[in-house]
């Protein structure tokens, strides 16, 4: 098979698709894999990097588009490469389809096979390709909403470890899955006083066991939500509905009962946010205040950490990719049930519900 590695054009996405090591394991399986020029660079791979070990650099992404079969990406296509996609790719990425109407509407009118990283799902449950990006969010969510709560840039003055006589700041953690958990630890490592919450008790008995004695569990309810969040520094969006669009846990409203300069990170925002007020940023400009209540919302926060993401994201794809490529994608997804959840628009048609009913249609009339 013909597999092209483009450079991500997202706005500040430094990540990319394969590793030179994963491009060496698909030309050993006799592959042919295209890679833009300098689509590693942001990375810390370099083209000469991806042509030891085989692979054929292309200057433009127009070229990789047109030469390959199989597309591997790290984040949703974008306005400039719909065109770019035609009916006899398949497209292996972070689509996130919930949340743009208008890239789900771009890739049926594409006619290709779009593969979701985000919702591929082992027997289990968990998302395995979701994981390590989500581990790398949660992690980085407090590191973030830490430098966010410094007063020169509008948070409350608050250092989250405390100091002797002081006492520590307070992060809540809505959602006790992978990306809650990371960041329950990181804050808990910095000394932080933490509640985590979440609708499963199941999860919440887990991170009890777990964690140590400063990290709390309370089961989710908008009481309790709306009790927290008048005493906490820092809130971590962290609720998934697995290729839906997030529940908005913190309303609008809801911010007037914050105190000044309270932080927000709702990494949950590649799914809508959980909070009525997210909207998506950027790296180049992460931050907005509604009401005194700083929101930062950047929708590739892995990106900003691309050696360790692309390592992380590689890592766990790469087994999926070669099954594509060795087997095409009808049969491999026939084979195997995980990698089978992760298609969402086959040649014109919604085949994952929960995309259907983000936008109340009827996968029926696709």
Known sequence: MKIGVPKEIKNNENRVGMTPAGVYELIKNGHTVYVQKEAGFGSGFFDLDYIDVGAIVLDTIEEVYASSEMIVKVKEPI????????????VFTYFHFASSETLTKAMLKSKAVCIAYETVEDKDGSLPLLTPMSEVAGRMAIQQGAK??????????????????VPPGRVLVLGAGVVGIQAAKMAAGLGAHVTIMDINM??????????????????SSE??????????????????????????????????????????????VDQGGCVETTKPTTHEDPTYIIDDVVHYCVANMPGAVP???????????????????NEGWEKACKKDSTLEKGLNVVKGKIVYEEIAEAFNWSVDAM
């Open 307 to 325: 050696y360790t993401s692309t390592l992380a994201l590689t890592n766990v794809t790469l087994p999926y990719v070669i099954r594509l490529a």
């Open 79 to 90: 306005a400039e490469e719909y065109p770019l996609i035609k009916p006899h790719h398949v």
């Open 202 to 219: 199941k999860q919440l008995r887990y991170v009890n066991d777990v964690m140590p004695n400063h990290v709390v569990t309370e089961f």
């Open 223 to 268: 009481y309790n939500i709306r009790k927290r969040i008048k005493d906490h520094d820092l809130i971590v969006g962290g609720v998934l509905l697995k290729g839906a669009k997030a529940p908005n846990l913190i309303t609008r409203d809801m911010l007037k009962e914050m105190r000044p300069g309270t932080v927000i990170v709702d990494v949950a």
């Open 148 to 165: 966010y709560l410094e007063k020169p840039i509008k948070g409350r003055g608050v250092l989250l470890g405390g100091v002797p006589g």
